[in-house]
């Protein structure tokens, strides 16, 4: 019981970071918001330039003869794998379930499909919704980025359920929508000239609670976004980048099987491609 105390004190009252913004690599511009009031949130934003050079996309690979076309793996993984300087994770995916900290799926390896179309190098491995207002983000290689329809051949394509549309908020009124949670989201501006990617903390009282959907859309139109796609949150959610020596820096703090800094393998994930400062 003393130690069970000891563990929730230290999990309730950890050291929160400060306001930070830095750029991260060439065209590339990190932002982390704290905020105490009306509730503790932290939130990551990093801001990509699609016209700087070095800039490219990649989802992860599928294979589309496979009923399950994806195997899991951790948003840290996937960046050390595919040698990626950004990446967040994506689409919702299944069959997933979270029952304890030993009891889990998928662990890494295990196959998955995606709720979305999907799409890497121009192969297509998923083309199912489920999710109402679903959204599909368009990558391709001449760094162009579009939602609803590619801007170019061949394309890589990540999806997740609308958030803003033509600079307005397409956000439900629902249990979903209005309660706090991690979030993970994607957005282009009016231009389609900067990409973002939102990462927001949450389920741990004291230093992040997470935020409702109309709160992320904020956030988003306060970075300049104009249209944007929910991914996959809750303990998914993770934004991670090639730190030194190439090791994976995870920014925000996952919150898998309610184990803060704890990774959960997901099935999907957006990287980018980005040259170092300096070059």
Same mark, same amino acid.
Do not use: C
């Given at each position: 019981?003393v130690?069970?105390?000891?563990?929730?004190?230290?999990?309730?009252?950890?050291?929160?970071?400060?306001?930070?913004?830095?750029?991260?690599?060439?065209? *590339?511009?990190?932002?982390?918001?704290?905020?105490? /009031?009306?509730?503790?949130?932290?939130?990551?934003? !990093?801001?990509?330039?699609?016209?700087?050079? #070095?800039?490219?996309? +990649?989802?992860?690979?599928?294979?589309? *003869?496979?009923?399950? =076309?994806l195997? #899991?793996?951790?948003?840290?993984?996937? +960046?050390?794998?595919?040698?990626?300087?950004?990446?967040?994770?994506?689409?919702?995916?299944?069959?997933?379930?979270?029952?304890?900290?030993?009891?889990?799926? =998928?662990?890494?390896?295990?196959?998955?499909?995606?709720?979305?179309?999907?799409?890497?190098?121009?192969?297509?491995?998923?083309?199912?919704? %489920?999710?109402?207002?679903?959204?599909? +983000?368009?990558?391709?290689?001449?760094?162009? &980025?579009a939602?609803? /329809?590619?801007?170019?051949?061949?394309?890589?394509?990540?999806?997740?359920?609308?958030?803003?549309?033509?600079?307005?908020p @397409?956000?439900?009124?629902?249990?979903?929508?209005?309660?706090?949670? =991690?979030?993970?989201?994607?957005?282009?501006? @009016?231009?389609?000239?900067? +990409?973002?990617?939102?990462?927001?903390?949450?389920?741990?009282?004291?230093?992040?609670?997470?935020?409702?959907?109309?709160?992320?859309? &904020?956030?988003?139109?306060?970075?300049?976004?104009?249209? &944007?796609?929910?991914?996959?949150?809750?303990g998914? /959610?993770?934004?991670?980048?090639?730190?030194?020596?190439?090791?994976?820096?995870?920014?925000?703090?996952?919150?898998?099987? %309610?184990?803060? #800094? %704890?990774?959960? =393998? !997901? &099935?999907?994930?957006?990287?980018?491609?980005?040259?170092?400062?300096?070059?």
């Amino acid at each position: 019981m003393v130690l069970t105390g000891v563990l929730y004190f230290a999990w309730t009252h950890r050291i929160r970071p400060d306001d930070a913004q830095r750029p991260l690599f060439q065209g *590339v511009l990190y932002a982390r918001e704290v905020e105490d /009031t009306p509730w503790p949130t932290i939130a990551h934003v !990093v801001t990509v330039d699609l016209a700087s050079p #070095g800039i490219d996309f +990649l989802v992860t690979p599928g294979d589309p *003869v496979k009923d399950l =076309p994806l195997i #899991g793996r951790t948003t840290s993984a996937f +960046l050390a794998e595919f040698k990626v300087q950004i990446a967040i994770n994506g689409d919702f995916f299944d069959p997933w379930w979270s029952s304890s900290p030993w009891d889990y799926y =998928p662990r890494p390896g295990d196959p998955v499909s995606v709720d979305g179309e999907a799409a890497s190098g121009g192969v297509v491995y998923s083309r199912k919704h %489920r999710n109402p207002r679903p959204r599909t +983000l368009y990558l391709s290689h001449d760094r162009k &980025a579009a939602f609803d /329809t590619p801007p170019g051949e061949p394309f890589d394509a990540i999806s997740g359920i609308t958030l803003l549309e033509g600079g307005a908020p @397409r956000v439900a009124d629902t249990a979903f929508a209005r309660n706090r949670h =991690p979030r993970s989201a994607v957005a282009l501006d @009016r231009a389609r000239r900067k +990409l973002l990617l939102v990462a927001v903390d949450g389920r741990q009282p004291s230093y992040s609670e997470g935020m409702g959907l109309s709160d992320l859309v &904020a956030l988003i139109q306060r970075h300049g976004g104009h249209d &944007a796609a929910l991914f996959d949150g809750g303990g998914s /959610t993770a934004l991670v980048i090639a730190g030194k020596d190439r090791t994976p820096e995870v920014l925000n703090m996952p919150i898998h099987t %309610r184990i803060p #800094g %704890r990774e959960r =393998p !997901v &099935a999907n994930h957006l990287g980018i491609f980005a040259a170092p400062l300096g070059q």
